[in-house]
């Protein structure tokens, strides 16, 4: 029997993260890993059993590879993304689909000219055994008004403020559109206070066109790793556990691991039916456009409108 042959692109943590999980299911075969660092491709592709690589062209062409994973740097993830369109293989694009709402724009539209659905976006909450009880939940609670979303993380990269909302609320950003099954049409940028040249805490509230609110709460220099939500509706609240009911872990790695293999096995599932089915592209530039809009309203101290352009027919409407 022909084994799915995967390629991998970037080989860091989270190339290794995918590679591992991807390897492990059985039918499929990484085969080829390719890094900026050569170093860095050898070491993933020894332990994976696969082929090591420099070229990403070689890569996304080898006949040997039928799908592909980009995690690599956020800046390649838009010109990764159109090659591999380019190639007609499945893809499996970390966030974000790209750094900027027109270069997401432009991958979201090349594939709608497909007319078939090949990509889908790293958003993993959604597999995130938590995050769907919880969904499954919220609609006994009737029409939600508020969700509340907080994120913790424990490093002290001083990461600057744009880092850390299109590197981590990006997520929380996406369980907000989800949970609510609406879009954010409007957000406002709360506290921001400093840790040395970087960001230490934001906040910022949000509106969405089904007349729900939503709140953000993000700290980067926290206890340690921890994600909850809770949605409120007409009828009651909906909440995940609270951080004393979970496990305490030092990264997203440990807290998310059932939900990257879930992902991993929920993408190969859809590359066997023939259509991409998880976070689309279009989720990615829904995101993304939330994500420029919260920089800009740091910056300009006011709510901002958050600017989303057409949906394609191809990924259907809410």
């Known amino acids: 029997m022909t084994k799915l042959g995967i390629g991998i692109i970037g080989a860091g943590g989270m190339g290794t993260e995918h590679a591992v999980n991807l390897g492990g299911i059985e039918g499929v075969d990484i085969v080829m890993v390719a890094d900026a660092i050569d170093d860095a491709a050898t070491v993933l592709a020894s332990r994976v059993g696969a082929e090591a690589t420099t070229d990403v062209a070689a890569l996304i062409g080898d006949p040997r590879v039928d799908a592909i994973v980009i995690a690599s740097t956020d800046e390649t993830h838009a010109e990764l993304a159109l090659a591999a369109l380019q190639s007609a293989k499945p893809t499996l694009c970390e966030k974000p689909l790209a750094v900027d709402l027109d ?78 099954e609406a879009e954010i049409t409007s957000v406002v940028a709360g506290m921001v206070p400093r840790n040395g040249d970087g960001v230490r805490f934001v906040t910022a509230a949000a509106r969405l066109d089904s007349g729900a609110l939503a ?69 990615g530039v829904a995101v993304q456009a939330v994500v420029q809009a919260i920089q800009r309203s740091v910056r300009s101290g006011r709510e901002e409108a958050v600017f989303l352009p057409d949906c394609p027919s191809l990924y259907g409407r809410r």
Not at 170 to 180: G, M, N, Q, S
């Open 103 to 180: 270069d997401a724009v432009g991958v979201m539209a090349a594939e709608a000219a497909t007319g078939r659905r090949l990509l889908q976006v790293g958003l993993m909450r959604v597999y995130d055994p938590i995050d769907v009880e919880l969904k499954e939940r919220v609609p006994s609670n009737g029409r939600v008004h508020h969700i509340r979303a907080v994120h913790r993380n424990r490093n002290d990269f001083h990461r600057s403020i744009d880092h850390a909302i299109s590197q981590s609320m990006v997520h929380d950003i996406h369980t907000v559109r989800w949970l609510a």
């Open 215 to 283: 709140s953000f709460e993000f700290d980067d220099f926290a206890f340690g790793y921890d994600v909850s939500v809770e949605v409120t509706g007409e009828n009651g609240l909906a909440r995940t556990p609270d951080p004393a009911d979970t496990a305490l872990h030092d990264d997203w790695f440990a807290w998310f691991s059932v939900a990257y293999r879930r992902e991993a096995e929920a993408w190969v599932s859809s590359i066997g039916a023939g259509s991409a089915a998880g976070p689309s592209a279009w989720d």
